[in-house]
């Protein structure tokens, strides 16, 4: 059938885009969750502040995003989907073992979702959920098709983890999955949609972590301010935007 996501045709070599003006550009900023509610703010602290370093920079920033970013529909889909296939390689696990494959073998998480939701799904609901998909990356593609060029928002919801936080609760590996939407949150879509993405640690917090912001240009547009030179014009950036002096 072949992929779903295909790169544009380059108008010109890749490395003739380094060296042009890409001029001013139109960024949306999300601050927030797209489903509604706040991210942390630490975390809205650093899009804000990489705003204001790209207003620096001569760029449109004003606050917008792709609404299908937020449709709370496809993480059902995608729990479909993924499930499906988990249960499609546990199945090709055991083949491998000549036996049938045990909890023992694999680890709690996919575990539970193959012997959830991806052996309950049909046919018809997995195509189902492979369609949403691609009304979905149409939706998003279309935001940028519009005029926008670039996206900024947050990389996570959340500042970094320790190591044990997303470590399965006894019993229940599926407890913490509300906890990871806050860390997916911003970057799950363009895992669907086929668009380039890049998280920049712009900001430190008082712990000393970083929290990245993520951008997000369409699939075949101008270059973004990241890598056009702008050697007219270099903001100052501020002790929280670099990484503390040790």
């Known amino acids: 059938m072949g992929d779903t996501v295909t790169t544009p045709a380059r108008r010109r070599p890749y490395l003739q885009k380094l060296s042009g003006d890409s001029g001013p550009l139109r960024i949306g900023l999300l601050d927030h969750y ?23 920079l001569g760029h449109h920033v004003e606050p917008a995003f792709p609404t299908a970013l937020g449709d709370p529909t496809i993480t059902e889909r995608l729990n479909i989907v993924a499930s499906s296939h988990m249960a499609q390689m546990i199945a090709r696990l055991s083949e491998t073992l000549g036996r049938e494959a045990t909890p023992d073998d694999v680890e709690h998480h996919p575990w539970a979702l193959a012997c959830g939701k991806g052996r309950e799904a049909g046919a018809v609901e997995y195509a189902q959920a492979l369609a949403a998909f691609t009304r979905h990356r149409r939706a998003m593609h279309q935001w940028w098709a519009d005029g926008h060029d670039l996206l900024l ?39 669907l949609v086929g668009q380039p993405a890049i998280s920049l640690p712009l900001h430190w917090n008082a712990p000393d972590c970083p929290s990245a912001s993520n951008s997000s240009p369409p699939t075949a547009g101008r270059t973004s301010s990241s890598t056009s030179p702008h050697s007219s014009k270099r903001p100052s950036l501020s002790a929280q935007s670099s990484p503390p002096t040790r």
């Open 153 to 191: 928002a947050p990389t996570t919801g959340e500042p970094p983890a320790p190591l044990d936080t997303f470590t399965p609760a006894p019993g229940d590996p599926l407890a913490n999955r509300h906890l990871q939407a806050k860390y997916t949150a911003f970057t799950r879509a363009f895992n």
């Open 34 to 56: 797209p489903c509604g509610g706040a991210v942390h703010p630490d975390c809205a602290q650093a899009v804000r502040q990489t705003a204001h370093l790209l207003q620096a």
